[in-house]
């Protein structure tokens, strides 16, 4: 449905709209208009090329611009941005070669469903026949698989229709990357098309005869159980989740990370992340259960242990992408709708029927997370030197405000957090999606966090393989006076690698790979105008937080980790990551899917 307007209004906005164009004469001055009246307020570029004009014209509009390090920064940062505002509220500028190095951010943009827009600026069309230094004729061939929309742009006319149908495409149905290719003479051609100011369509709800089934279904069902994934989040979905849970007594679990935090971890009815890095808990209480209810999330890897959670013979799956109901698993009702959407038609079609009311789920999920709690912490005291992930992240718990935002990377570091962080009603949603979770990612997400969030404290809690990848973003944070928490998880090694390696059975001499060299990341990082300190003793850790929350700009703590944690599963006998299983004959795969779901 379309937001409706008085005629009287829509006086006002052809006068608004006429008084536009008279201020975009050309197609410099018209994309930085198209942008802001779309609702992009923010640009994350680098420098360079045929960006300048771009650029000129954006910041004649009023939208201010942050330059990272490189390109691929960049984009995450955008990223980090688009995902807390949920729309495209920010977008990425690059000369034509440069968007090459941000293609992990628009694939992530896809796997992740996060809204990114990204406008490259190409040479003039002409030179694409003439062989110019850097021609960026095949830049859009190679973009066009990862997006969601893709545009080249030859006109100055056809500037303000591209950014409105990228903007949308971008930040509607399920989340994805646009991409436009601008060729420099469109920015010196005058234009005289209207830019009209965008206002995003309302999201899909459930077919009301489906959402009558579904309460059939719930009903009927002994145990049922809610898994509510990423997407809740992403359409702004939480509290219409917490009414459901309460109105029926149904448990709620997550998906282990992009659903963190859909509820409270102390609200009674939570009973924690499931899957390979979840919760015990979680995945005892969604095994019991005969109707699961799955909202807004697929049925990954990660979060299924690899598809060998015990599954019910009645599963409901709701989506706002019509590819996710049956993809993986035939549901017994399938419903396309924004999850927010049919949370609210539940509980209203709830609200209007003799619904059956539950009260054992409570006391079933409190005795399943006591069980965890206690298995949790007695595999660690606090005092061990070098210290555990688990004290680490405890400390940080304890520390940091209530509603700080904690950003993993990738591997072990990333599954630590995202377990073990406390998520409390006021917590925000993990920035970085479930799936891509790539190295090098967190501090440029924590710094788009940190400018769309900007009263959040913003921790990037990185492993030490990882900060190699962005460290040189540290001078970013000095530059433009954002501050940001740094905590380095150094456990001298990429922990996850080695583990699969050794899981392999390989050489001692192959998994001697994964070791990594002393490295002074204070020195580097006060090299670059961020205070820091290093930690090696337990006892000096709350302190050190204390500073860092203290400080009045980016600070870095580089903490001594012991590099042999184990990273326990939360489902016995799975190996959670499919490369590390020796492949064996007959198998459906040669990576080893026996006895899971896709079979």
Same mark, same amino acid.
């Given at each position: 449905?379309?937001?409706?307007?008085?005629?009287?209004?829509? &006086?006002?906005?052809?006068?608004?709209? $006429?008084?536009?164009?008279?201020?975009?004469?050309?197609?410099?001055?018209?994309?930085?208009?198209?942008?802001?009246?779309?609702?992009?307020?923010?640009?994350?570029?680098?420098?360079?090329?045929?960006?300048?004009?771009?650029?000129?014209?954006?910041?004649?509009?009023?939208?201010?611009?942050?330059? @990272?390090?490189?390109?691929?920064?960049?984009?995450?940062?955008?990223?980090?941005?688009?995902?807390?505002?949920?729309?495209?509220?920010?977008?990425?500028?690059?000369?034509?070669?440069?968007?090459?190095?941000?293609?992990?951010?628009?694939?992530?943009?896809?796997?992740?469903?996060?809204?990114?827009?990204?406008?490259?600026?190409? /040479? @003039?069309?002409?030179?694409?026949?003439?062989?110019?230094?850097?021609?960026?004729?095949?830049?859009?061939?190679?973009?066009?698989?990862?997006?969601?929309?893709?545009?080249?742009?030859?006109?100055?006319?056809?500037?303000?229709?591209?950014?409105?149908?990228?903007?949308?495409?971008? *930040?509607?149905?399920?989340?994805?990357?646009?991409?436009?290719?601008?060729?420099?003479?469109?920015?010196?051609?005058?234009?005289?098309?209207?830019?009209?100011?965008?206002?995003?369509?309302?999201?899909?709800?459930?077919?009301?005869?489906?959402?009558?089934?579904?309460?059939?279904?719930?009903?009927?069902?002994?145990?049922?159980?809610?898994?509510?994934?990423?997407?809740?989040?992403?359409?702004?979905?939480?509290? $219409?989740?917490?009414?459901?849970?309460?109105?029926?007594?149904?448990?709620?679990?997550?998906? %282990?990370?992009?659903?963190?935090?859909?509820?409270? +971890? +102390?609200?009674?009815?939570?009973?924690?992340?499931?899957?390979?890095?979840?919760?015990?808990?979680?995945?005892?209480?969604? $095994?019991?259960?005969?109707?699961?209810?799955?909202?807004?999330?697929?049925?990954?890897?990660?979060?299924?242990?690899?598809?060998?959670?015990?599954?019910?013979?009645?599963?409901?799956?709701?989506?706002?992408?019509?590819?996710?109901?049956?993809?993986?698993?035939?549901?017994?009702?399938?419903?396309?709708?924004?999850?927010?959407?049919?949370?609210?038609?539940?509980?209203?079609? @709830?609200?209007?029927? &003799?619904?059956?009311?539950?009260?054992?789920?409570?006391?079933?999920?409190?005795?399943?997370?006591?069980?965890?709690?206690?298995?949790?912490?007695?595999?660690?005291?606090?005092?061990?030197?070098?210290?555990?992930?688990?004290?680490?992240?405890?400390?940080?718990?304890?520390?940091?405000?209530? +509603?700080?935002?904690?950003?993993?990377?990738?591997? *072990?570091?990333?599954?630590?957090?995202?377990?073990?962080?406390?998520?409390? @009603?006021?917590?925000?949603?993990?920035?970085? %999606?479930?799936?891509?979770?790539?190295?090098?990612?967190?501090?440029?997400?924590?710094?788009?966090?940190?400018?769309?969030?900007?009263?959040?404290?913003?921790?990037?809690?990185?492993?030490?393989?990882?900060?190699?990848?962005?460290?040189?973003?540290?001078?970013?944070?000095?530059?433009? %006076?954002?501050?940001?928490?740094?905590?380095?998880?150094?456990?001298?090694?990429?922990?996850?690698?080695?583990?699969?390696?050794?899981?392999?059975?390989?050489?001692?001499?192959?998994?001697?790979?994964?070791?990594?060299?002393?490295? &002074?990341?204070?020195?580097?990082?006060?090299?670059?105008?961020?205070?820091?300190?290093?930690?090696?003793?337990?006892?000096?850790?709350?302190?050190?937080?204390?500073?860092?929350? &203290?400080?009045? %700009?980016?600070?870095?703590?580089?903490?001594?980790?012991?590099?042999?944690?184990?990273?326990?599963?939360?489902?016995?006998?799975?190996?959670?990551?499919?490369?590390?299983?020796?492949?064996?004959?007959?198998?459906?795969?040669?990576?080893? /899917?026996?006895?899971?779901?896709?079979?």
């Amino acid at each position: 449905m379309w937001h409706c307007k008085g005629k009287a209004a829509m &006086d006002t906005e052809v006068t608004d709209v $006429q008084e536009t164009i008279a201020a975009a004469q050309d197609g410099r001055e018209a994309i930085g208009v198209a942008l802001r009246d779309a609702g992009v307020e923010l640009v994350f570029g680098y420098p360079g090329g045929g960006a300048y004009q771009i650029l000129d014209g954006i910041l004649s509009a009023g939208i201010p611009n942050i330059s @990272a390090r490189t390109e691929l920064s960049a984009a995450w940062m955008s990223y980090g941005y688009n995902r807390m505002r949920r729309r495209a509220s920010s977008a990425c500028l690059f000369h034509v070669v440069g968007t090459l190095h941000a293609v992990p951010a628009l694939y992530a943009a896809k796997q992740d469903s996060n809204p990114l827009l990204v406008i490259d600026a190409n /040479l @003039a069309s002409a030179l694409d026949m003439r062989e110019a230094l850097q021609e960026g004729e095949e830049v859009y061939s190679s973009m066009k698989p990862l997006t969601k929309y893709i545009r080249r742009v030859v006109t100055a006319d056809d500037l303000p229709l591209a950014v409105r149908q990228a903007v949308t495409a971008a *930040s509607t149905g399920r989340f994805g990357a646009a991409v436009l290719d601008v060729y420099s003479q469109v920015m010196t051609q005058p234009i005289v098309a209207a830019i009209e100011p965008l206002v995003l369509p309302e999201p899909p709800q459930a077919a009301s005869a489906g959402i009558d089934d579904v309460i059939e279904l719930l009903n009927s069902s002994e145990r049922p159980v809610i898994i509510a994934g990423a997407g809740v989040h992403l359409a702004d979905g939480t509290a $219409q989740l917490a009414e459901l849970a309460e109105k029926t007594g149904v448990p709620v679990v997550s998906t %282990g990370r992009g659903g963190r935090g859909v509820l409270s +971890d +102390d609200h009674p009815l939570y009973a924690g992340p499931i899957g390979s890095f979840g919760w015990t808990s979680a995945n005892e209480v969604v $095994q019991r259960a005969d109707l699961w209810i799955a909202v807004g999330t697929s049925f990954s890897q990660i979060s299924t242990a690899a598809w060998t959670l015990d599954k019910p013979s009645k599963i409901v799956h709701i989506d706002i992408d019509p590819g996710q109901p049956g993809k993986i698993v035939q549901p017994t009702i399938g419903l396309v709708a924004d999850a927010r959407s049919a949370l609210a038609q539940l509980n209203s079609a @709830a609200q209007k029927r &003799d619904l059956r009311q539950r009260t054992e789920g409570r006391s079933m999920v409190a005795a399943a997370k006591q069980a965890w709690y206690e298995a949790y912490r007695s595999r660690y005291d606090g005092s061990e030197k070098p210290m555990t992930q688990m004290h680490l992240i405890d400390v940080l718990n304890a520390e940091l405000p209530a +509603d700080a935002i904690c950003i993993g990377d990738s591997g *072990s570091n990333a599954f630590f957090i995202s377990r073990g962080r406390h998520f409390g @009603a006021d917590c925000p949603p993990v920035p970085n %999606g479930p799936r891509y979770q790539s190295l090098g990612a967190s501090l440029p997400i924590a710094i788009g966090t940190k400018l769309a969030l900007p009263d959040k404290t913003v921790v990037s809690f990185h492993g030490d393989g990882g900060f190699y990848y962005d460290l040189m973003e540290l001078a970013t944070l000095t530059h433009h %006076g954002i501050k940001v928490i740094i905590v380095i998880d150094n456990n001298g090694c990429l922990m996850a690698n080695r583990s699969g390696m050794a899981s392999l059975g390989m050489r001692e001499e192959v998994a001697a790979w994964t070791e990594l060299p002393p490295t &002074d990341f204070v020195g580097v990082a006060a090299g670059m105008g961020v205070d820091g300190e290093r930690v090696e003793h337990p006892e000096d850790l709350a302190a050190a937080v204390r500073r860092a929350l &203290d400080a009045p %700009g980016s600070y870095l703590i580089d903490v001594a980790t012991d590099p042999d944690t184990r990273l326990h599963r939360a489902v016995p006998n799975v190996v959670p990551i499919l490369s590390d299983r020796p492949a064996k004959k007959g198998q459906h795969t040669s990576i080893g /899917l026996e006895g899971s779901w896709p079979w």
